[in-house]
């Protein structure tokens, strides 16, 4: 019997941030992400010769391409703005944050990685909502592994469930 695979929800996958110079702060995700692609590029080279093509490969070359709805007063979104003006190297991580996908310590997989952003540009059109878009050029190869989400971050991705008691305690089932 083949073997059944279930679609990955894009809502899922966050990105979070951090200046690489504060390493002692916890990376932040950027509010209101709509998308943005983790990408991953190589060139090819072909050299024709009487025997047959030779295939000569570039080095890898990565990015990340983010979009967003603009939010007053994320500090994300402006540390983001600093480093492209400041050219400060920011570090990056993709989580897929889905309970299936998390492993027995409680982590979820991630992508981290390493570059600099190359824009940050705010758009704010007459029609829809202020946008901020921006692509992050990552220097060498992107690392694959897990991560965690501490109770701060996971409360930024989803609330959690609360109870019908007085300050609407936590528990019981979602």
């Known amino acids: ?80 703005r600093d480093s492209v003006i400041g050219g400060k190297r920011v570090e990056v991580w993709e989580l897929t944050v889905d309970e299936d996908s998390e492993n027995e310590d409680g982590e979820y997989p991630a992508i981290y990685a390493q570059g600099y952003l190359e824009e940050w540009s705010p758009v704010s059109g007459v029609d829809g909502e202020p946008q901020v878009s921006g692509s992050l050029n990552i220097e060498l190869e992107p690392q694959f592994g897990f991560a965690t989400l501490t109770d701060d971050q996971q409360a930024t991705v989803q609330y959690e469930f609360r109870n019908t008691a007085p300050n609407g305690g936590y528990g019981g089932t979602a």
């Not at 509010?31 to 983790?38: C, G, I, L, P, S």
């Not at 590029?41 to 990015?63: A, F, Y």
């Open 1 to 80: 019997m083949p073997e059944i695979h279930e679609m990955v929800d894009g809502e899922n996958k966050i990105l979070l941030f951090r200046l690489h110079e504060n390493q002692e702060e916890e990376a932040a995700k950027l509010v209101f992400q709509t998308e943005h692609t983790f990408g991953f590029s190589r060139g090819i080279n072909r050299i024709n010769t009487k025997d047959g093509t030779i295939i000569r490969l570039d080095p890898l070359e990565s990015n990340v391409d983010i979009n967003a709805v603009q939010a007053k007063d994320d500090p994300v979104s402006e540390m983001l």
